[in-house]
Nanobody, 119 residues
Framework: QVQLVESGGGLVQAGGSLRLSCAAS????????MGWFRQAPGKEREFVAS????????YYADSVKGRFTISRDNAKNMVYLQMNSLKPEDTAVYYC????????????WGQGTQVTVSS
């Protein structure tokens, strides 16, 4: 089983930046994708971005394209989400996930990290 721990959330003004980190440990499947999802109050959890452990191919939700960048460090089992030009609508709890699918969440989730963007 894989364990995922997110960090890096916080409070930032609109237009600002944050960098989220996800540390993976345990049984990490190298043919899987690592992804970020988010859930805002009263809304369903939604896909944000993902990256293939093996190929490095990346996938983004339309709402974050051009503003967010996902990256990985295979040697450290780390995945990052650089978030720039943040908007109040980016406010949510952000979750790290590992899945065989690029944009669909798998069974393993982190505990989440809160991102709040003030206007």
């Amino acid at each position: 089983q894989v364990q995922l721990v997110e960090s890096g959330g916080g409070l930032v003004q609109a237009g600002g930046s944050l960098r989220l980190s996800c540390a993976a440990s345990g049984r990490v499947f190298r043919n899987y994708h690592m992804g970020w999802f988010r859930q805002a109050p009263g809304k369903e959890r939604e896909f944000v971005a993902s990256i293939s452990w093996s190929s490095g191919n990346t996938y983004y939700a339309d709402s974050v394209k051009g503003r967010f960048t996902i990256s990985r460090d295979n040697a450290k089992n780390m995945v990052y989400l650089q978030m720039n030009s943040l908007k109040p609508e980016d406010t949510a709890v952000y979750y790290c996930n590992t899945s065989p699918h690029a944009t669909l969440g798998g069974a393993s989730w982190g505990q989440g990290t809160q991102v709040t963007v003030s206007s």
